[in-house]
Every structure is written in C-alpha cells, then in structure tokens.
C-alpha cells in the first residue's frame, strides 16, 4: 500500500521513472486487405499454424521480450488500483446542475431537459419511447429509420417501463433526474430478455440470463432501456464495420465511420435518439465513437464499474464507461452506473463514485507523442491547451513516456491473445477476425509474461508522474486522425476490410489507459474537414490518475467550455434527430 499525496490506494504500482528512450515509431506498410481477397486469406490462415506464426512473428509481437530494461520488472496481469481513502465533498449524489452553456446555441437533449420536460407534463417517458420504437426497430417493415445502429429492441418491456415512468411523474414522484430517460446498451453486455451477439452471428447469450450490473443501477433509476446496439464483431477493430447486421454511418458525415467497437452506442447518441449510451473500451472503444460523433466518453478505471455477470474477453484491459451528450450526462450515467456490486471483489472495494475535494488543475503534455498527430487535429488540441493555461489558470509541465510503440504493441498482443483464449469457434466470424484471432492464439507465455512486464514499467513510470504532480490529467488527441473515412465506399461495408495501419494509428492514444488501468475522458474540441466536403469532429483526451474520475468530470466542463468560447461552438450533426420536434409535429 502506497501513500499518495492525497489519497490512499490498494496495489498502487511502486513510483519509479523508467528508462529514458528516444520515442521511434517506424511507419508500418501493412497492405490494406477487402474483398475476395480477404476472404481467402481468412480461410487460409485461420487454417494454417505456420501462416499464423509468421504473422505473429511479423506483427512485432517477439520483439517485446527483446527489451532490456525489462530485466529489472516483474509481471503485472491486472492493471487495478483502487484508492480506499477519499476526500469527500459530500455525503450523497445530488442531481445533475443547469449547464452554463448558452441554452440557445444548438445543443443535444439532455438528461436534465427530459427531466424538467417530464416534470411539466408536455412530454411523457411513453411519449419518447413509442416515438423512439418507431425509429430503430429492425423488426418491421419498413424498418425504422435509424435501425442499423440496434440490433433488437424489447417493445413490450420498453413500453412497460415507460408507462411506469410517466404515471411516476403524474404523481409527482420521479425516482430521480434518470427516471424515464431513454438509454441504449451495448450488445457485448447482458440484459435479461435480450440476446448477447458480440456481433457476431453467434449466440453468446448466457444460460443463466440476467442484466449487467451496471444496466440494472440505470434501470432501477428509472431509465429506459430502448435496446441493444450494434458493434464491431468480438469488438476487434475501431471502425464498426460489421457487414453481419449493417454498418451505423457516422451522423456528421455518411461518408465517414462511426467508430467502434461501440459504434451503434455512439451513433444512437451523436444523432440525437438517446443522452446516454452503455460503452466497453477494451482499445479505446469508448472514446473512439465517441471522438468520431462529436459526443462525450468515459473509460472508467479498470475494475471499477461491474458488468457483472457479463464475461469480459479483455479481463485485463476492458472497462465498462459511458457514452453521452454532454459532461452533465455523462456525470449523472457514471454516478449510478459506478455502484459497487459486492459480489465482484474490485468494484466492492472501490468506494462509492461519489464527488471528492477539488485537486490541482495540472495537465501533462508529452511533446513529441502529441506532435504524432495530424494537423487538422494537433490545431485544436494547441488552441485548447494555450485556453486552458492562460484563461482557465492550468498549469502545463512537460513530461515523457518511455517505451509507448513497444507498449502499444504489447496491449495489442494481450488483448488479442486473451480474446483468443474466449473465444470457442472461428465458425461463422468475419475473415478479418478469423485472421486476427488465428494470430493471438499462437502468442506463446514468455511473450505474454514480457508484456506484463512493460504492463508494470509503464504503470510505474506513471505512478511516480501522478506523485510527481498531484491532479495531474496527460492530454492528448484522443486519435491522431480526424475520423475514418470509408475509402471504398458500399464495397467496404458488404465485404469488410483489413487496415492493420490504420487500426493501430487510430488508437495510438487511447491504448495506455487500458493497458495501466487509468480513467480517461474523451470530449469534442472543434471539426475538421472532411474529405469530400463537410466536417468531421476532432476530441481531445485527458487520462487521469487511477480511480480520480471526478478530475477528469471537472476538466471535460473545462473542455465544454472551451467548445463554446474559443472552439467555435458545438454543431448539430447532419443526422441529427430532433425527438422534440417529432412528439410536437406528431401531436
């Protein structure tokens, strides 16, 4: 047990500086792979043992247990840190405030507008439920507008809980500012009367039944689930390119990806149909959809919000996190979300999410990590630093992290090989992740064992940077890239593709939180434009000190503001659907 200057923290790693190493990060030349030609190659190597093992050697992966400085580490499988001393703001969570924002400016709904729109009585939760139903289901004809980005959608439980909800605001006694607001949930999480898919064609709905642990505290708030989204398949790849169920198209530009793997999470809230949306980032896979709609999303730290009794394929770098509209939402979701279930040993001994004392504002640049990003995206993310220094009083301090390509490489190599290991048949997958999980299977222990141990030098370096510097949040871009354009066009999204490269690049950011167990926030902060024309969103990126999500929730309205001053305003997507507007029209 380590003291910080704050707080008091089970199994927080040793604060040590690692290695001082010049950051290299040769490009790669990985050909892009779609089509036939795909297919093929994924009924060839998922086949064939000595393709995968030159694969695996040619991915990088042998080259981790090539590193000196590991000699002086020890292995570390599970990146939780868990503070069990906290200093207390207050004793209970109270509702969600007003934002400051302009309320004129454009704006997504959010949970304190369905709130305050139910509490008067123009609007009921079975108002926005049947208009909602009538636009995602997949399961009439024709199918609902927006029904590509969920796969089912229960409508008598949904309609049941809505009418509940409203004759709760009749008589005056809303279970709280959740009561009756529409929510969507991941297909990689269990709700009772739902299939869990993956999204795959497989059937990975448990015999046992049951809702996640962290859907049921959303529901017993009173919110409503409207139904389960689409993903990328087994969650491998950060497009959400998924041509079993249909591919969700980004909702500021067609032409452009949402992002995965919780790509139908993100789309649901970037075009408006729900605040709040159930993520898990495994890679990345909150804050990627959430960077590419122009929305908000939260990785919380590793082992704090329970998904229990879903089965992780990434126990050791998924956590479960919120998608939303705005930082309000986003607060009001983890706060219930991030109970802790006594019957999972990390989330029990986490204490309870609620606000804390106000630590010094401290960001960290790594200069040349950041520099790695593109320029339409390195813009915005100088503009709000310098806005954040010079107006929000930040102090900025330089700093390095050593050894971040070789640990980029060791998290892609743990995770595959632990969603290998899940995994029970390639039947019926995808070529790419026929291909993809072929090759994890073939990552031998030492590998595994020397990934861990960069596990251990990286969480090490940080602990002794958090000490170093109380509050401390390390900014980046959440990608390098400002969203993914879809290159092939309708081809792409009937055959899939393959881009290694641009897989990689697309989480060169966001991969370190997983991989140590840190929260980390991503939050708009301008647009970019898009090829073809229009624009595209771009998001910066704060990733905190284990367990400090309330520094991060205090620096994301730091974030809104800055939107709203300096980086020219929030802008309502293209797609965007106005729920409002739908209820009074049909009225």
């Known amino acids: 047990m380590v003291e910080s200057k704050s707080s008091k923290f089970f199994d927080y790693p040793e604060p040590r500086p690692g290695p001082k190493t010049p950051y290299y990060n040769p490009e790669k030349s990985n050909p892009v792979v779609k089509g036939l030609v795909l297919s093929i190659l994924g009924t060839v190597v998922s086949s064939a043992g000595f393709i995968q093992n030159i694969l695996w050697s040619n991915a990088g992966f042998g080259d981790i247990e090539k590193l000196s400085a590991l000699k002086d ?10 503070p069990i001393a906290i200093d207390a703001l207050e004793s209970g969570i ?15 709904y959010s949970v304190k507008d369905f709130h305050s729109l139910y509490k008067s009585g123009r609007v009921s939760p079975t108002d926005i439920a049947k208009i909602l139903l009538g636009l995602i289901r997949r399961d009439t004809s024709p199918k609902g507008k927006h029904s590509i980005a969920f796969l089912e959608s229960n409508e008598d439980v949904i309609l049941r809980a809505a009418e509940a909800s409203s004759q709760r605001y009749k008589a005056g006694s809303p279970l709280g500012v959740l009561d ?22 497989q059937d990975h709905t448990p015999k046992a039944g049951g809702t996640s642990w962290c859907v049921k505290k959303w529901e017993e708030a009173g919110a409503i689930n409207i139904g389960k989204t689409t993903m990328h398949e087994l969650g491998l790849d950060t497009t959400n390119n998924n041509h079993n169920y249909g591919t969700p198209l980004n909702p500021y530009n067609t032409h452009y990806y949402t992002g995965g793997s919780s790509g139908g999470s993100g789309y649901a809230v970037g075009a408006g149909l729900v605040p709040i949306a ?33 089965l992780s394929g990434a126990s050791t770098n998924g956590a479960i996190g919120p998608i939303a509209a705005n930082m309000d939402d986003i607060e009001a979701a983890y706060r219930v979300m991030a109970e802790p279930d006594p019957s999972v040993r990390s989330s029990a001994t986490f204490p309870p999410p609620i606000p804390t004392k106000s630590r010094p504002k401290m960001l960290g640049v790594y200069q040349t990590w950041l520099d790695r990003a593109d320029r339409e995206v390195a813009a915005p993310i100088a503009q709000a630093l310098e806005y954040f220094e010079k107006v929000l009083d930040y102090t900025i301090v330089d700093l390095e992290i050593p050894l971040l390509p070789e640990g980029q490489g060791a998290h892609a190599m743990t995770i595959l090989a632990e969603i290998a290991g899940t995994v029970s048949s390639l039947v019926g997958l995808t070529p790419a992740n026929k291909i993809l999980l072929s090759v994890g299977s073939k990552t031998p222990a030492p590998a595994y064992i020397a990934a861990q141990k960069l596990r251990n ?34 081809a792409d999204l009937k055959a899939g593709i393959s881009d290694g490269n641009m897989s990689m690049r697309s989480m060169e ?30 998001s910066i990126m704060g990733m905190a000190e284990w367990g400090d999500e309330n520094t991060l929730i205090s620096w994301g309205r730091d974030c809104e503001r800055f939107l709203s001053e300096r980086g020219g305003g929030r802008q309502l997507p293209e797609n965007y659907v106005d729920l409002l507007d739908l209820i009074q029209g049909g009225k």
């Open 73 to 82: 580490y020890d292995p570390r499988y599970d990146p939780t840190v868990i």
């Open 94 to 108: 109270k509702e969600t405030k007003q934002s400051s924002l302009d309320s004129s400016a454009p704006r997504f």
């Open 180 to 201: 009756g607001v529409p929510i969507a949930v991941k297909d990689e999480v269990d709700v009772e009367g739902y299939k869990t898919r993956l999204g795959t064609l």
């Open 278 to 310: 159930l993520g898990v980032d495994g890679g990345g896979s909150v804050r990627i959809p959430a960077d590419y709609c122009g929305i908000y999303g939260l990785k919380t730290s590793h082992g704090r919000v329970s998904g229990h009794p879903t």
């Open 457 to 490: 030098l990286l969480m090490q370096h940080l602990a002794s940077l958090y000490i170093a510097h109380p509050g401390l949040v390390i900014v980046t871009p959440t990608t390098p890239n400002a969203g993914w354009h879809i290159s092939g066009g309708d």
């Open 509 to 538: 950011y966001v991969w370190l939180a997983n991989f140590c167990g840190m929260p980390s926030l991503s939050a708009p902060a301008g647009y970019a434009d898009a090829k073809g024309g229009g624009k595209i969103p771009v």
